[in-house]
Nanobody
Framework: QVQLVESGGGLVQAGGSLRLSCRAS????????MGWFRQTPGKEREFVAV???????YYANSVKGRFTISRDNGKNTVYLQMNSLKPEDTAVYYC?????????????????WGQGTQVTVSS
């Protein structure tokens, strides 16, 4: 069983930056692809970014060029660097772990989820 704990959310002005962290415990971190998703009230949880076991990355079009996902296997942590933030990036951000082949973008592919961290971008 893998436990995931996100941190780093908060309130930021449009154009600003935040870095989210997600620390894993209880499993072999390097054997999981890691993804970030986000959700706003009344909407489906949507894919943001994923990083594979070999650190190949893939992004949603809405964040490409602004967000960067990375991982540190020594620290069992995945990061999401978010730059040039927009009000429409406001959401609860979740990290998730996938035991599968990696670079998957659907929620059902992921086996473990964190509790989420709120990101609010003011205009």
């Amino acid at each position: 069983q893998v436990q995931l704990v996100e941190s780093g959310g908060g309130l930021v002005q449009a154009g600003g930056s935040l870095r989210l962290s997600c620390r894993a415990s209880g499993g072999t971190f390097r054997s999981y692809a890691m993804g970030w998703f986000r959700q706003t009230p009344g909407k489906e949880r949507e894919f943001v970014a994923v990083i594979s076991l070999t650190s190949t990355t893939y992004y949603a079009n809405s964040v490409k060029g602004r967000f960067t996902i990375s991982r540190d296997n020594g620290k069992n942590t995945v990061y999401l660097q978010m730059n040039s933030l927009k009000p429409e990036d406001t959401a609860v951000y979740y990290c998730a772990a996938d035991r599968g082949p990696g670079l998957r973008t659907t929620r059902n592919a992921y086996d473990y989820w964190g509790q989420g961290t709120q990101v609010t971008v003011s205009s």
